[in-house]
């Protein structure tokens, strides 16, 4: 075979998203303002709530709604092993102690039954991962929380309004996912997303968050809140500001600085009108890697289709039977060397050196190990050709057969 040059994951830019930045760049106006406001609109429509906030990343995101839930120093957030170190660090920067959760066995999902053995009275949230794009198990997720609901100690009244422990998802793979007939964002308490360079639907870097809406709970008050949280604390922002005599404002806490700016929602605007045909797109590659391997014994694949659930096609996770992780990284140079870009989602945030401090051992997650010990993320993006996809899959099989003798 001749050899291609196979990048995992770029962004894909039409000459239409070009067009609006530069169109927003004329306009004068290049932070939050017009075009932020109408994206926000457009991702609450999309996901089918009645709210979305735009910010600067997903991270943020994450930690804004942990703020503005009163969740800090002296709180427990329960989050899985497996997953980037954002879900994790989110809640380290609001002084909440983190506890982590394995995985199930040949998971990629945190084992739900071991959630209940880490709830106590200073528990407040869990933070589930939608892990390339594939949600959750929402139902028993939930069905925990309300199990341990008489362990929940509310410290503020938006607390009381839940009762119970607060599920925030994660969902910086899973915009457009499905669970059970609803997107992704309708599903948790708050879902999290990611628009980083490398997702489906990107603004270079940002990110947003979505709610479903609650009988006890004022939505335009929340999205104020998360408002001041994103912008200083201050009473207005610039958008609002700019109207003939609205100059002055007032700081009412000194918070954070997140928000998104209309060159970023400029990108995103455009990136969601052509979304589904993206996701569509997403779907016919996975269908033919799932082609390429289904008669092949060695390769274990993340499903992405059932009967409950459709994902968001956001990475193609495969693991390698009866290898270890030196195997594994020789499998990934010899692809190198072939021009094909492959990755490892994750390495388990116990075997990082900021969680190694905080006193966490990978010993005690030997599912979430051994996930990672044999993982390959193929390339999966929308700028693949059908014939891109089967040079990928042909050399990754024939080098598999080369390594695992």
């Not at 997650?365 to 193929?378: G, V």
Request: hydrophobic share 35%.
């Amino acid at each position: 075979m001749k050899k291609r040059e196979v990048p995992f994951s770029p962004p894909d830019i039409d000459s239409q998203e070009i067009e609006e930045v530069i169109e927003v760049l004329k306009s004068g106006w290049i932070t939050t303002g017009p075009q932020t406001k109408k994206f926000e609109k457009e991702i609450a429509d999309f996901i089918g709530t009645d709210m979305a906030v735009c910010l600067n990343s997903c991270t943020a995101a994450l930690e804004m709604t942990l703020r503005i839930l009163g969740i800090g120093e002296g709180d427990e957030v329960i989050v899985p092993s497996y997953t980037y170190t954002a879900t994790a660090a989110a809640v380290q920067h609001t002084g909440a102690k983190v506890q982590m959760i394995d995985t199930a066995l040949d998971s990629f999902e945190m084992d739900y039954d071991q959630i209940s053995s880490k709830i106590n009275q200073n528990t407040k949230a869990i933070i589930p991962v939608d892990v390339a794009g594939k949600p959750c198990d929402y139902d028993q997720i939930f069905k925990i929380v309300e199990k341990n609901k008489k362990l929940f100690k509310p410290s503020n009244n938006l607390q009381k309004q839940f009762n119970r422990m607060i599920v925030i998802a994660d969902g910086a793979h899973s915009f457009g996912a499905e669970y059970k007939g609803r997107k992704v964002g309708q599903v948790a308490d708050f879902t999290c997303f990611s628009f980083h360079a490398v997702k489906n639907l990107t603004t270079g870097e940002g990110g947003a968050v979505t709610w479903p809406s609650r009988k006890n709970i004022n939505n335009e008050e929340l999205y104020k809140q998360y408002m001041l949280f994103s912008l200083h604390g201050q009473s207005k922002d610039a958008l609002s500001k700019s109207k003939i005599g609205q100059w002055e404002y007032d700081i009412l806490e000194p918070l954070y600085k997140c928000n998104m700016t209309d060159i970023q929602a400029a990108i995103g605007r455009n990136q969601l009108k052509r979304y589904k045909s993206l996701l569509n797109r997403r779907r016919e590659i996975i269908s033919n890697y799932n082609k390429a391997f289904e008669s092949n014994d060695e390769i274990a694949i993340l499903k992405h289709q059932g009967k409950e659930f459709s994902s968001s096609g956001h990475l193609f996770l495969t693991r390698i039977k009866n290898i270890d992780s030196e195997q594994r990284n020789e499998i990934i140079e010899k692809m190198g060397e072939r021009g094909i870009s492959c990755n490892v989602h994750y390495k388990p945030l116990p075997m990082l050196t900021a969680y190694k401090n905080l006193g966490f051992e990978i010993e005690k997650f030997p599912n979430a190990y051994h996930q990672f010990k044999n993982e390959i993320s193929l390339p999966l993006h929308t700028r693949l050709t059908d014939e891109d996809v089967t040079y990928v899959a042909r050399n990754f099989v024939e080098i598999i057969n080369q390594v695992v003798k």
